[in-house]
């Protein structure tokens, strides 16, 4: 048994399949000499694709975004035609009967062991050159992601480093039931992907992937934060009774779609879908989500294969419109920075900070054409909106000072005057602040007058706020939403955005977590986005309180100095309240 983070509740009994073994340890059989030809060839092909990529990239980011930005991929094309770099592959291909796969996994660690012996800053940099032109060569060479599911028995629990978005698109529609990663944390890209799917998933298990192998039986408990490697029949058949009541009860729970959300003193709330793709927005409709609270578009940057243009980007908000009929959708600006990072912004060198950094807003200001490009298709999908009878509402991250939004009402400006200059059509939409760093959060009641509403991004403010990078095990217990210092802010934000009558939501992580969603409707809030999987439960446990009910929760958790007693009072209060939510809560 190995105890991680909680980040996905819900429990899963399955069968590993590891896939840090594809790439990061692919397979060490050799070749025959009459496959030795065939292997050099589909590295012959696979270099020419990524050529092919590198090239058709250079060229689109420097007309969107500039000649600068895309000279990353002229180095990573000249990595790609260096005579030792495809020698060496040729050569371990040929004289030790390696796979092409075995051979860049060779290839390296080569790199990786000689750029870590020079003090050279520059070159210590290019080794991420390389790995990126690297996997960009596996990628091409087999679909390293897709399970032979007909070799493994019963559903798949992945077992990975790190689950990236492209890794999770490229799992289609893989039967997995579960996720296990070495790194990250709550606010991951493996947390929020198994969230948005209703997956039971652990974070933070340190050398997971040392102690077991595609094939192997393996037990997540998403709840408890706990992942049981070959367990013996006690425990499977404890917890696959426990994976049945959960099933059952998130099925059961799903029937209330169609039902208002409400208190039971008949006070109507908003329950709203965080987003990454169409796919979420379809789950979320059948969620019963009454919206869009946040688009995260940055998925849409981070999965394409070059860099998605306007119509292209219109093309994926229209789609996205459709999919959640005669709804609001709110889409944030491109979220780029800290750990989600794409080489033509100028992000392939490293920085001290990166949380603190060239990031989010930040770094949009840094290329308004780029930018625009993304506000522009915003504006005419608003157009679309309105004709389908719903709305959009444009937000924009890590929003610090008045001068920043006052600067993003002017970009906005000059978008509307050039689009009306091309006659194409568009609508005017809504401005909203992402509220995450705290100095926004104090000052909040000087900002409001220049903004039309406010999204709280919970997952950055808490880290800001306690100043621990929640993606640093030494230091992510101290990133708690509910830590007093928390709560007080919180409580302050929601209360004085109320008072101005700005429309305010949460659509960080707690406004899914049924300890925290007792605590934020105690504070005022009646606007909660979330992943879609966690509507339902959240609409049911809403049915069973009052806002009286959550106001003297949240009067006693204010009063309490640590932030073990406050999880443990609202752990006793959540049993009181609704008992069947300690299935979908995380501990």
Known sequence: ?????????????????????????????????????????????????TTADLNALRTKVEGQVGRDEAAIFAVQESILRDADFTDKVRGWIVDDRLTAAAALHQLLNHYTSLF???????????????????VR??????????????????????????????????????????????????????????????????????????????????????????????????????YLKLEREFVHLRDELAVNRDLPAMTSDGVKLELLANING???????????????GLFRTEYMY???????????????YQQI?????????????????????????????????PFLGWRSIRLSFEHPEFFSTQIRAVLRASRYAKQQGGAVRLMFPMITTIDEFRRVRQI????????????????????????????????????????????VGSNDLVQYLMAADRDNPKVSHLCQPMAPAVLRLL?????????????????GEMAGQPRTFVLLLGMGLRSFSMSPAFIPSIKELASHMTIAQARGVLHHALEMKTTTHVKRFMADQLRKISPDSVLFDTA
Not at 278 to 292: I, K, L
Request: proline letters at 5%.
């Open 1 to 49: 048994m190995r105890k991680g983070i909680a980040v996905s509740p819900g429990v899963a009994v399955g069968t590993a399949y590891c896939i840090h073994e594809i790439f990061v340890n692919p397979d060490t059989k050799r070749l025959e000499d009459s496959e030795v030809t065939a292997e050099l060839a589909a590295y012959e092909s696979a270099r020419d694709r």
């Open 278 to 292: 169409v796919s979420d927005a379809t789950t979320a409709a059948a969620m019963g989500s009454t919206g869009v």
């Open 116 to 134: 870590a012996r020079t003090r050279d800053n520059y070159l210590k940099e290019r080794v991420n050159d390389v790995r990126d032109v690297i």
């Open 412 to 455: 906005v400006r000059r978008a509307q005057q050039r689009l009306a200059k091309e006659e194409k059509e568009y609508a005017d939409v809504p401005l909203g602040m992402m509220l995450e760093v705290p100095a926004a959060a104090i000052a909040i009641d000087t900002i409001l007058p220049v903004v039309d509403f406010v999204s």
């Open 137 to 238: 060569l596996s990628s091409h060479l087999s679909d390293v992601l897709k399970p032979e599911t007909d070799a493994l028995d019963g559903p798949l629990i992945i077992v990975a480093d790190e689950l990236l978005p492209s890794q999770a698109v490229a799992l289609g529609d893989t039967d997995v039931r579960g996720i296990v990663t070495q790194a990250g944390s709550q606010t991951s890209h493996a947390a929020i992907i198994a969230r948005s799917r209703g997956i039971p998933a652990v974070s933070g298990i340190s050398g997971i992937l040392r102690q077991i192998t595609t094939g192997d039986a393996i037990i997540v408990d998403g709840r408890e934060g706990v992942v049981i490697v070959d367990p013996d029949p006690e425990a499977r058949s404890a």
């Open 302 to 316: 981070l999965t394409h294969p070059t860099v998605p243009d306007e119509d292209e980007q219109l093309a994926t």
């Open 321 to 353: 419109i459709d999919a959640s009929p005669n709804s609001t959708i709110t889409i944030r600006t491109l979220d780029i920075g800290g750990d989600k990072t794409v080489p033509y912004l100028g992000h392939n060198h490293q920085e001290a900070n």
């Open 491 to 507: 409580t302050n934000v929601i209360r004085t955005c109320r008072a101005q009558s700005t429309p305010i939501t949460v659509c």
